[in-house]
């Protein structure tokens, strides 16, 4: 008879929006008693045997709120200027005076940015949270009414069936909420335990055989939900509505970039990023926070590093096509790594059908590029070296786009308006640094090419894993590499010299440098704060335990292009005291940047 010997979760911790898909280990009934660990349907059952499963839903008489901060946790404390303030409700909630106190420089923004939270009569600051009692009274818990309330249900793969009270335990109620292997907790969930239960069933009888396999999950939390990131006008006026950009975008004829290392799950790892909870590190959990964050930005290009050839394909395209996105990728090449293909990175290029249409695409492999180098000016004996030095298996996407918008003041009105978007991700290996160089260098000299055939402004984005000020970044910034560069000392292959050939003529700024020209208004000198001022760099675009720096740039041509805004940096202050990147509330080790571009009238030639 068909067995079940293991069921287990992923993660016991649910979160609200998160695909649950248990991992079920089973025996079958053959000779050899082989272990599979598919999925038995009814429709296609083994030996005689499936599988039915059942998610149930436990309430309590007891009403229970949730920590703001550390959603896994009981709240014991409720912020009342949040109450007072009419800011949403499950942010005024806090599991401790501790936790309240670590997190009042961030949570006294949601004080400062609504209106109506003006102290009206002078008592609020000496009253500014309330404490629980131990039964939990005057906690509210709104999903509660609802859930209880819900006449039908829909999960799964399943059809619409009525709401079922399964058993009744002293102060608990077990409600049925699904019939499919998968489950995606909601709203109504928020704060309950879940239980998932699976049984082998006889396919002639449709009776359950043997015991049935139990998983008890913890209460579901809610998504954490970061406080949104604005955009900052360069003429210094604060924009409003935050990201809300649709019409003004539209109507004027600019358009926004987005460029974000989105963090592999291949390398999301608990020894790596031991710090952040481990539900918050599975790809489960990743994914939607990652689209969710993605698609919140409305960018009308995205640059993405990092996605692995599986996610692309099974996740960010389909869902990325359902908001209006045409997507590309270019996997990195597997010369160098050894694990499943699927787990190969590489870059992905999106775009909105609406805004744009697809010309031309080119793929840069930096492998091949370092085989022509290598048969071209080495001799045959250090050929194996230098291959091994510079075979990396990065990449770069080069896409070629044509606006379908007008952009007002085209003294040519009837020609076409392109657009080179170059998104790269630049070795790692900080040793490396010809390396990096070289790569920088032998993107840029394709680009140049590019822009030599056409009248057309460049971007070029990505993670070049480059510090301000390093040669990479010079040579991006400036042009050129000052010889006497301290880069330039690490070159075995001599690949680098002589340093006069490390030039490119295409006139390159970066994005981010604008908030160094910006005027005074209102967040600028804080943005400012948040700069290099000797770089004109974020400080840091990736964050972590072990590292804080800036890896990650948006440079633009200056002379077609003019930057219109910039999403506003994050300061280590909003990544709160006691964690980094990854976070609950932040899915990758980096930070996206956004611009928001205008093209420059063109001249009659």
Not at 80 to 99: D, F, N, R
Not at 224 to 236: D, H, K, L
Not at 397 to 416: C, M, T, W, Y
């Amino acid at each position: 008879m068909l067995s079940v010997l293991r069921v287990h979760l992923p993660s016991d911790i649910p979160i609200v929006g998160c695909e649950l898909t248990p991992y079920v280990l089973l025996r079958r009934p053959n000779k050899d008693k082989s272990v599979i660990s598919e999925d038995v349907s009814e429709s296609a059952p083994i030996d005689g045997y499936f599988l039915r499963y059942k998610w149930y839903r436990i309430q309590s008489d007891k009403k229970v709120a949730i920590c703001s901060i550390h959603p896994s946790e009981q709240a014991t404390l409720q912020c009342l200027g949040c109450v007072k303030a009419k800011i949403p409700v499950t942010k005024s909630y806090h599991c401790s005076p501790k936790c309240f106190s670590d997190a009042w420089q961030h949570h006294r923004v949601l004080h400062e940015r609504a209106a109506s939270a003006v102290n009206e009569n002078g008592n609020e600051e000496e009253e500014i949270f309330g404490r629980f009692n131990s039964t939990g009274s005057g906690v509210t818990n709104a999903s509660l009414a609802s859930s209880q309330s819900s006449g039908t249900l829909a999960n799964g793969t399943t059809p619409l069936y009525p709401a079922a009270i399964t058993q009744r335990n002293g102060s608990e109620t077990w409600f049925e909420v699904g019939r499919a292997k998968t489950y995606t907790p909601s709203a109504d969930d928020i704060g309950h335990a879940l239980k998932f239960e699976c049984v082998v069933v006889d396919a002639e009888t449709k009776l359950p055989v043997g015991p049935s396999s139990t998983i008890l999950t913890s209460r579901v939390i809610p998504a954490p939900c970061p406080t949104p990131r604005r955009m900052f006008s360069v003429s210094g006026v604060d924009i409003p509505g935050h990201l809300d950009l649709d019409g003004r975008l539209s109507s004027s004829g600019t358009f926004t970039v987005l460029s974000y290392n989105i963090l592999s799950d291949a390398y999301a790892t608990n020894e790596l990023y031991s710090y952040c909870p481990s539900w918050a590190l599975s790809w489960t959990y990743r994914r939607q926070n990652l689209l969710r964050e993605i698609v919140g930005y409305r960018a009308d290009i995205v640059c993405l590093q990092e996605v692995q050839s599986n996610h692309f394909e099974e996740f960010f395209a389909p869902e990325l096509d359902k908001h209006g996105y045409q997507a590309l990728f270019k996997r990195k090449t597997a010369e160098v790594f050894s694990g499943s293909i699927n787990n190969i990175d590489g870059c992905a290029t999106f775009f909105r059908r609406d805004r744009f249409s697809h010309v031309k695409k080119y793929e840069v492999e930096f492998n091949k590029a370092a085989q022509s180098l290598t048969d071209a000016v080495l001799p045959i004996a250090q050929k194996k070296t230098a291959l091994n030095r510079l075979v990396k298996d990065n990449v770069a996407l080069i896409v070629v786009l044509e606006a379908k918008f007008s952009n007002q003041g085209v003294d040519n009105p009837g020609k076409r308006q392109l657009v080179c978007v170059a998104n790269t991700h630049v070795n790692v290996q900080q040793e490396l640094r010809d390396v990096k160089l070289w790569q920088v260098h032998t993107l840029l000299k394709g680009l140049e090419k590019i822009a030599a055939s056409a009248d057309i402004p460049m971007l070029v984005c990505g993670d070049f894993n480059s510090m301000p000020g390093s040669a990479p970044h010079t040579l991006l910034a400036l042009g050129k590499v000052d010889p006497m560069h301290q880069d330039l000392v690490v070159d075995p292959l001599g690949i680098l010299r002589p340093a006069s050939k490390l030039t490119h003529q295409l006139p390159l700024v970066s994005a981010y440098s604008s908030f160094a020209r910006m005027g005074v208004g209102l967040g600028l000198e804080q943005q400012r704060r948040r700069m290099d001022p000797n770089t004109n760099e974020p400080l840091f675009t990736n964050c972590t335990r072990d590292f804080i720096g800036t890896h990650d740039y948006i440079f633009y041509s200056a002379d077609s292009l003019t930057v219109e805004s910039l999403l506003e940096l994050l300061d280590e202050e909003s990544l709160r005291k006691d964690t980094a990147l990854p976070s609950p509330e932040w899915s990758s080790d980096h930070i996206a940047l956004l611009a928001e571009f205008r093209c420059k009238p063109r001249t009659r030639r």
